[in-house]
């Protein structure tokens, strides 16, 4: 789960399993869908997803993932970049 | 963050009784469930009351004047700060965005109002609201302009979005026409807004 290197271009899922119940997630829904690149390793942390519903937490790796505006909006502002706390787990390499 | 919609006998409900029968029910079910323990919300109460972005300032001002914390707080941020004399006891990690020329940092929380509370006390209200947080992802350049930073169109705007784990604070530049400032007058300068990155600290005048 934890091979994302900086640098790397990774395309967040585009799931969004709110749909089908009740859920706990940190990843925006603006970023769903799009691609980005690690930016860097942040650490390891236990899931939100399950510490929410005080089920068993697996320790999760997060990454910062940069996304350019063109990324993201219609009209993108130019010289903006934004930083994502994103857990592995909604990363796919590319 | 996404949570299910609440049935409309569950609105009525929450819109009805009164927050403090609310906030009493809830911290019976918490201490029910053994997941706090009474003395742990007054401390926590305390601990966030006992911040404030003076705290903040004062790192910053150190860091300004002291190359070494300055090295210090950006390698290891907790530790540095720890070390200053702030007690980050159950907090989350703490991350520092260092401004330089070029490269500004603004910070977001577009899920919630995650903000680092150890260190600068409770965000301001403009930090919480729906048009901050719509606003300063999609449209970043635009929002620091409407508070009168307009930065050079050549410096590249960051907005790091708190969507985890982490609490991030700005380490704005200091300011020209500072030469020979002491740390307490430097402290003096620094808002916090600027410790979010919607302003950026400058003389008075």
């Known amino acids: 789960m ?16 709110e749909r089908h119940g009740p859920v706990h997630i940190r990843t925006p829904h603006y970023v769903r869908g799009r691609e980005g690149e690690i930016a ?24 910062h993932v940069r996304f350019r505006p063109e990324a993201l909006w219609p009209a993108p502002v130019s010289g903006t ?14 | 963050m ?14 009805t009784t009164p927050p403090r029968a609310l906030f009493a029910a809830l911290k019976k079910v918490l201490m029910e469930k053994g997941l706090i323990a009474p003395e742990e919300i007054p401390a926590q109460i305390a601990l966030t009351e006992r ?16 190359p070494a914390f300055r090295a210090a707080l950006l390698s290891a941020p907790a530790r540095a700060v720890e070390a200053f004399g702030v007690s980050l006891a159950g907090a989350p ?6 401004n ?67 609490r991030w604070m700005v380490l704005p530049e200091r300011p020209a026409g500072t030469e020979g400032w002491d740390e307490a007058r430097l402290a003096g300068l620094v808002r916090v807004s600027d410790l979010v990155g919607m302003t950026v600290p400058a003389l008075p005048g």
């Open chain 1, 2 to 17: 934890n091979g994302f290197k900086p640098g790397q271009r990774v395309r967040v899922r585009a799931e969004w399993p």
């Open chain 1, 40 to 63: 860097a390793f942040l650490g390891v942390f236990p899931n939100p997803e399950d510490l929410a519903f005080d089920r068993p937490a697996p320790p999760l790796p997060l990454y």
């Open chain 1, 81 to 94: 970049e934004i930083l994502v706390e994103i857990f592995a787990p909604w990363l796919i390499p590319l």
């Open chain 2, 2 to 15: 996404a949570h299910t919609p609440l049935s409309a006998a569950e609105r009525a409900l929450l819109d």
């Open chain 2, 51 to 66: 911040a404030s972005p003076l705290i903040g300032a004062q790192v910053v001002a150190r860091a300004w004047t002291d």
């Open chain 2, 93 to 98: 990690p703490l991350g520092i965005l260092e």
């Open chain 2, 100 to 166: 330089r020329p070029g490269r500004h940092h603004l910070v977001v929380c577009t899920l919630c109002s995650c903000y680092p509370r150890a260190l600068l006390g409770y965000p301001p209200f403009w930090y919480k609201s729906a048009a901050y947080r719509a606003r300063a992802v999609r449209d970043p350049r635009g929002l620091l302009a409407e508070w009168g930073t307009v930065l050079p169109p050549e410096t590249e705007i960051v907005v790091v979005d708190s969507t985890a784990d982490y």
